[in-house]
């Protein structure tokens, strides 16, 4: 049997009396993230360099006590939740911006930046970090690069992954490593950065990120495009692509989520049809004036009923702002309800886009749930949105079934169940079906690096 | 009480983006020292029966109910509701802060929270009520006892544009600091039945408050339709601002100032009222400069919710970064509406200024 105030004394004695507790206030508020899992962890630690958090994992590697890294505790699918116990070790304290460097188009964070901090800092420079997550004013860097995240901008910018060129991680043996490199490509062995993103801290923790970061661009533009049809909706995206044009954002909002925005906003000038398009392009004035042009022709040409061109500041703001209203409205709308973050990230081939909508419809009629869906359909990544009275059991179970097929659905269709949060324990259960054989490959990756599993695990399968 | 808490503790989905605006997390750093935390808090002792510790109960009365998370929450989880349901609930089980307690006990005894013996109206002792008045003042607790000179001000404002006014009859607090803290406002059917009687005797049915949390009390928590109480509740701003609009009150100063102005969470997001401390400003002719955080993003003063009483470091460290961003602005002079935040900013200010609005009016009449 551990001792837990002998390992507790050793804890504060790494990051400092304040910065260590096991107090049971604490543990409680630490035993949840966004998902509905819950796991009550022994400790909680905030260290303020990498040196101690190598301390941290070396002790808990000694104990063979799980370690859990956490940023914000703003992920959605339970990555953060201690649900074998073991030690929280958040990453707040690591806020420091170490280096901007545009003339090299780089910037060296910590895990604990949160996301719209870095942005505000670059854009005083007329530079941006272009993943764009919906959760900016709280996802930390760390956390974003652990879960593989993204956002709406990742048609054009690509995602996460795509930005990250350098890591320094803390193993968990406790040994500080560098990942990776400076060069703006590189083709000198594995690619080792990768293998952390998405990786959940199953396999160690971020303490310094290198990032890649590009100029703003000079101008954007919104295009509208309603259809009566959601297939319509699905080919006007091929087709865009086809026509050689890449928005720099592609939203889908389909009728249930019109309704819920117009509900919401009444004011707001939106048609309520079966699917609008949100087509977002940026670039120069002139480019993005005939990109637009186009795609609002390619709209026309695949039977939009209504094409609009926003060009001003205020209606692409009220435009965007519809867009970012919707997950809000799904729940302030019924005020006995809350929205359950289950099945919110599946991710399909964009052909596949209208057929999964329409499945997701004849999965809520089935269960009597309305069920809000938008997403990035230029990346094939939709939030269904399942709001349930939470305090209400029979709901959950409705939830649990809904949740259930939707995912094998996506996964039926060629998709994943996770665009953009990450797998944690919320998807866990589908990792067998979605990678088969490489499941064990990830398997033998995690066992060579954590053999006694004590990063992060239950998380991913792992 | 736990019936209607239980529904709006669940509302929060725990995203987290209250994270950016709780002045206290932005303080403390540990999680249930911020909105999220503490609603979390919430659920776990009214729902999964935690007895709360004294870090749970820290983390509850901590809250500044600033209301800075309710403008920011994607599911308008009511936090500021919350933390004052919970806090109730927790006084009721006899584990409300000792502090908080004292305070309660110094209004059932004296009338007001400070511990003041004094008659209400000692710094006018000349004062008779006129037969007739337009309007009547409800002075609140810090400006008699403690900034003074801000009910000085609001009396010569009052003076300079011949608004005839009495002081609401026998005020006694209006029970803002009890309502904040988990207690019921003891004084609100005293006050009520006073205004009811200062308006028989006067003839005026317009209560003005200088005092956002007076304000903010009277006209959003007192059970108004039970009494069917159809005065009308004001702030100076609001008033003033109505009345320069309407062209009856006419400033003919112009001051060149620069100045910026901090929206007192009661008056701004509780009450919604941006503009009119505003207008009237701009009607002195002076440049109004916001702060990095403004209007409904205003970063709390760090004194309300009880907080300032029971932890007055955690309200000083808030308090010096918000006086920070108003130094940072480069203005002349650091103005606001609410005699608490005034005390309280003005307490942790080296450097610049730190006035209410009325006191600056009086200054500039």
Not at chain 1, 356 to 362: A, C, H, T
Request: a negative charge; charged letters at 25%; aromatic letters at 6%.
């Amino acid at each position: 049997m551990v001792d837990k105030a002998e390992i507790f004394d050793k804890l504060k004695s790494i990051v400092g009396e304040e910065n260590a507790s096991m107090d049971e206030a604490v543990l409680r508020v630490y035993s949840y993230d966004v998902s509905p899992y819950k796991g009550r962890p022994d400790f909680v630690v905030r260290p303020g360099t990498p040196e101690e958090i190598a301390e941290i994992v070396k002790l808990a590697n000694q104990y063979k006590i799980p370690v859990i890294p956490r940023g914000a505790g703003s992920g959605a699918a339970g990555g953060a939740v201690p649900v074998n116990g073991g030690i929280v070790i958040e990453l707040t304290r690591l806020n420091r911006i170490l280096e901007i460097d545009t003339a090299n188009l780089q910037v060296v964070v910590e895990p604990g930046v949160v996301h719209a901090t870095l942005n505000k800092e670059l854009a005083k420079l007329g530079y941006f970090f272009p993943v764009d997550p919906g959760s900016t004013d709280m996802a930390t860097i760390g956390g974003l690069i652990s879960n593989g995240g993204s956002g709406m901008r990742s048609v054009k910018y690509g995602v996460t992954r795509d930005y990250v060129m350098q890591l320094e991680i803390v193993l968990p043996s406790g040994e500080i490593v560098t990942v990776g490199s400076k060069a703006p490509k590189s083709a000198s062995g594995y690619d080792l950065p990768r293998l952390f993103v998405g990786a959940e801290g199953t396999l160690g923790i971020i303490t310094k990120a290198r990032l890649k970061i590009l100029p703003m661009p000079q101008a954007k533009a919104l295009v509208l495009a309603a259809f009566d049809d959601l297939e319509k909706a699905g080919n006007a995206v091929v087709n865009t692509f086809a026509a050689g044009i890449v928005p720099s954002g592609l939203e889908i909002l389909d009728r249930s989520a019109l309704e819920a925005v117009k509900t919401y906003r009444p004011n707001l000038d939106i048609p309520i049809v079966e699917a609008l398009l949100l087509f977002e392009v940026d670039g120069t004035p002139a480019g993005i004036r005939e990109e637009a042009a186009r795609i609002e022709e390619v709209c026309k040409n695949t039977g939009a009923v209504k094409v609009d061109i926003a060009t001003s500041k205020e209606r692409f703001d009220e435009l965007w702002a519809a867009r970012a209203v919707v997950g809000a409205a799904t729940t302030a709308l019924n005020p006995d309800c809350t929205r359950v973050y289950e099945a919110e990230d599946i991710t399909v081939p964009i052909t596949n886009v209208p057929k999964i909508l329409l499945k997701i419809r004849e999965i809520g009629k089935k269960y009597g749930m309305n069920i809000v869906t938008f997403g990035h359909i230029g990346s094939g990544n939709l939030h269904p949105a399942l709001v349930i009275n939470v305090l209400d059991d029979d709901e959950w179970d409705k939830l649990w079934k809904v949740s259930e097929e939707i995912q094998t659905a996506a996964l039926e269709m060629g998709g994943t169940t996770t665009g953009e949060h990450g797998i944690g324990i919320a998807r866990a259960r589908f990792m067998e079906a979605e990678h088969g054989k490489a499941m064990e490959l990830m398997r033998v990756i995690k066992k060579a690096l954590d053999p006694n599993n004590i990063m992060n695990p239950g998380k991913m399968a792992l | 009480m736990i019936e209607a808490c239980v529904p709006e503790v669940v509302k929060c989905v725990r995203c987290g983006k209250c994270r950016s605006v709780c002045p206290t997390l932005d303080v403390v750093g540990w999680d249930n020292f911020g909105s999220r935390g503490r609603m979390i808090l919430s659920g776990e002792i009214i729902k999964n029966g935690f007895e709360p510790n004294e870090t749970a109960l820290n983390s509850i009365f901590s809250c500044t109910t600033c209301k800075h998370c309710y403008e920011v929450c994607p599911s308008k989880a009511k936090v500021p509701e919350v933390m004052e349901m919970t806090r109730n609930i927790l006084v009721n089980a006899g584990k409300g802060l000792t502090s908080h307690r004292k305070m309660y006990e110094r209004v059932e005894r004296l009338g007001n929270p400070y511990d003041e013996h004094k008659d209400r109206n000692w710094w006018m002792p000349e004062y008779k009520e006129p037969e007739e008045a337009e309007v009547q003042y409800f002075v609140g607790c810090t400006p008699t006892y403690r900034t003074n000179d801000i009910a000085k001000s609001t009396v010569a404002v009052m003076d300079a544009f011949n608004i005839p006014w009495a002081f609401v009859r026998d005020q006694k607090c209006c029970g803002s600091p009890l309502i904040r803290t988990g207690y019921q406002p003891i004084t609100a059917e005293h006050n009520i039945d006073r205004m009811i009687e200062t308006a028989e005797k006067t003839g005026a049915e317009i209560v003005v408050t200088s005092c956002a949390g007076c304000y903010k009390t009277i006209k959003g928590d007192y059970p108004i339709k039970a009494r069917e109480f159809d005065i009308e509740v004001m702030h100076i701003s609001q008033y003033l601002a109505d009345r320069i609009k309407k062209g009856e009150l006419v400033i003919d100063k112009e001051v060149n100032m620069k100045v910026t102005f901090h929206d007192p969470c009661h008056l701004g997001r509780h009450m919604g009222e941006y503009e009119a401390p505003r207008e009237v400003l701009k009607a002195f002719g002076v440049e109004i400069v916001e702060m990095e955080h403004a209007k409904q993003s205003s970063w709390c003063c760090g004194a309300g919710g009880g907080v300032r009483m029971a932890f007055p470091d955690l309200t000083e460290s808030i308090a010096k970064k918000r006086v920070k961003e108003a130094e940072d602005t480069g203005a002349d002079i650091f103005l606001s509406a609410c005699p608490f935040c005034v005390y309280n900013l003005k307490e942790n200010s080296e450097n610049l200024d730190v006035k209410d609005m009325v006191q600056f009016m009086a200054e500039n009449l």
